[in-house]
């Protein structure tokens, strides 16, 4: 849907921002209550908003301007300027007053690195005029919302909101709606083949289906934090069930049928039915936990025994515990078990633990998390360390 453009008398009564660069925003930006960031991320805008931020917290290579690419991030850009991608709001602090909402940059617009008496703050515009002029004028963006950059690329974790689910306890997908029969008595279902399911649909159309949850245990305590089930792919309803009593008094069932629509592995018998969640993908903005947040990866998603960048893992902290959608956390790698060759006795010693990567949580359950590795130096294991970064 395209956005309505602010109207131009609006756009010149806030012309008093144009000292600290232009408007792009729309109406939706520039008039909805609903931020997707935090209060204290807001709040760290505002405190930037007014001063800028020292020179020595910009990246030693931050361009003096860079035109947003289709494909970049908000992480992209963020890294691009400052040391800490993870800090965006100040970032996007500088120019809070253009920007409403950090996360409609479009393809297109240019950034501006203004460095004065020390401090350093992002303008967003077109330059006027010749030279190192860099004042700038107002500038309405007309476009699609599906054009705005994304927080992070997308692409890597927008398969995982169907496919990867811990559920609290292993009743919860045992009793769910389950397939009893297929078509024609076949023991496998493949890709548009009709299946039959009993249980309670909650009057949803389009369900997951999944198999064998196993139990996903803290690596310390070993206590049992939730259960995550094996993906097999997702079915629609075609038409819905009826259970009751037939005309000669004897129980009558007839499952409801449906039809698979996506398939990882060949579905069968027993599999079991969970709703396909709504779309998550707004506050995905990264951000640092602001409160002290440590812990350790439970499982690679999938069958491998170690990751890498862009590789999916689950954490043993969720939402009772302050996990947000959204943190960034720092990996670390264990420091080796040596002996200390250079006394007599070679005694021996621990060495540091070192950092190694950065992790990014995009879902959260009670007790546990998802978060996609970012970036990472060596293979990520069960039992490795998260904290802030």
Known sequence: MTQRLLPLAHAMALSAAVSLGILATTAQAADGPNFPITNQQKATAKQV????????????????????????????????????????????????????????IFPGQV?????????????????????????????????????????????????????????????ELLSAPRVVATQEGRVMLSRGETAYVRGDLGGRREFRIFREPKPLRDPTTKEVLGYEAAYVGTMNLVREGVEGTGADGQPMVIPSTFTTSILRQEGMIGDRLAPVPPREFDNLAPHAPTQDLSGQIVSIYGESLTAGQSQIVSLNKGTRDGMERGHVLALWREGNTIRDMTLPDKPTIKLPDERHGLLFVFRTFDRMSYALILSVKDPVKPGDKFTQP
Do not use: C
């Open 111 to 171: 950034l501006y690195l203004d460095k004065s008496n020390g401090r350093a703050r992002l303008r967003l515009g077109q330059p006027v005029g010749a030279g190192g002029d860099a004042r700038l004028s107002p500038r309405v963006r007309e476009g699609s919302l599906e054009d705005a950059i994304t927080a992070v690329p997308l692409h890597l974790i927008e398969p995982f909101f169907n496919e990867a689910v811990i559920f609290d306890t292993s009743q």
């Open 49 to 104: 908003a007014q001063a800028g931020i020292p020179l020595s917290e910009l990246s030693p290579n931050a361009p003096d301007s860079y035109v947003v690419k289709r494909g970049d991030t908000l992480w992209d850009i963020s890294k691009l300027f400052l040391k800490s991608p993870w800090r965006w709001p100040e970032l996007w602090g500088m120019n809070l007053q253009q920007i409403r909402n950090p996360h409609l």
